[in-house]
């Protein structure tokens, strides 16, 4: 089974709106992290935002929210207010913890293009 | 410290020939990760790092790949006898580890890609 699914390969978003990228994970641990990377055509990986397993509240960084329901174990990222600058790939991560190897599992990743 | 460098940028290497491939991480983190990312996926696991020792390896990882660490600097990343599908992109990332468990955010170097003709 997949630890990561990213259902969406591609997206557009209008400018100034507000886009949400999908993402379920699977694990049988408690405790795990969830990541989002940005990954411009440059091909540098950047870290946006982490939600751990235990975090009560939804993280929040600037214009990036992740909304994680752990029942429905997904956690999906919300880009408000769109800039052309986030045309980009898009990756969820996650982290299992240390009784599981430490590893880190990305997705197949979702393509972002906001339109002018 | 700017971030996590890797060297070099690109390589183009003949089927069969040895390539390595050096990563610089963030100078006070002690995990280093090594990553494949081809065209269309996610970055794929290879192996990881804490100070010098190499605790993880992926299975999926061919024992033509090497990688090593070995003052818990730098680490070099070595493939032997190169194949076609050896073309990718390879990552590096460093983190510090965390003792909340799982809260441990990786940064990511710029990567080396690798053609193999």
């Known amino acids: 089974a997949q630890k990561i699914t990213q259902t969406q390969p591609g997206m557009f978003v209008q400018e100034k709106e507000a886009v949400t990228l999908d993402c379920t994970y699977d694990?049988?641990?408690?405790?795990?992290?969830l990541f989002w990377y940005k990954q411009p055509s440059s091909g540098e990986m950047i870290f946006l935002i982490y939600q751990g397993s235990y975090d009560e509240q939804n993280a929040t960084e600037g214009r990036y929210s992740l909304n994680f329901q752990k029942a429905r174990k997904s956690a999906n990222l919300v880009i408000s207010a769109s800039q052309l600058g986030d045309s980009a790939m898009y990756f969820c991560?996650?982290?299992?913890?240390?009784?599981?190897?430490?590893?880190?599992?990305f997705g197949t990743g979702t393509s972002l293009t906001v339109i002018p | 410290d700017t971030g996590v460098s890797q060297d070099p940028r690109h390589k183009i290497t003949k089927r069969g020939q040895n390539v390595t491939f050096r990563c610089d991480p963030i100078s006070e983190h002690n995990r280093l990760y090594w990553y494949r990312q081809t065209l269309g996926q996610g970055p794929e696991f290879l192996t990881y790092f804490q100070n010098e020792a190499q605790l993880e390896k992926s299975r999926l990882l061919s024992d033509r790949f090497s990688a090593e660490r070995p003052k818990g600097s730098f680490s070099t990343l070595e493939i032997q006898r190169t194949e076609q599908g050896d073309s990718a992109m390879y990552l590096c990332?460093?983190?510090?580890?965390?003792?909340?468990?799982?809260?441990?955010?990786?940064?990511f170097g710029p990567g080396t890609r690798l053609l193999v003709l």
């Open positions: 991560a996650m982290r299992e913890g240390p009784s599981t190897g430490n590893q880190f599992y």
């Open positions: 694990t049988s641990d408690q405790s795990y992290g």
């Open positions: 990332a460093s983190s510090l580890a965390s003792s909340l468990g799982a809260k441990e955010t990786q940064y």
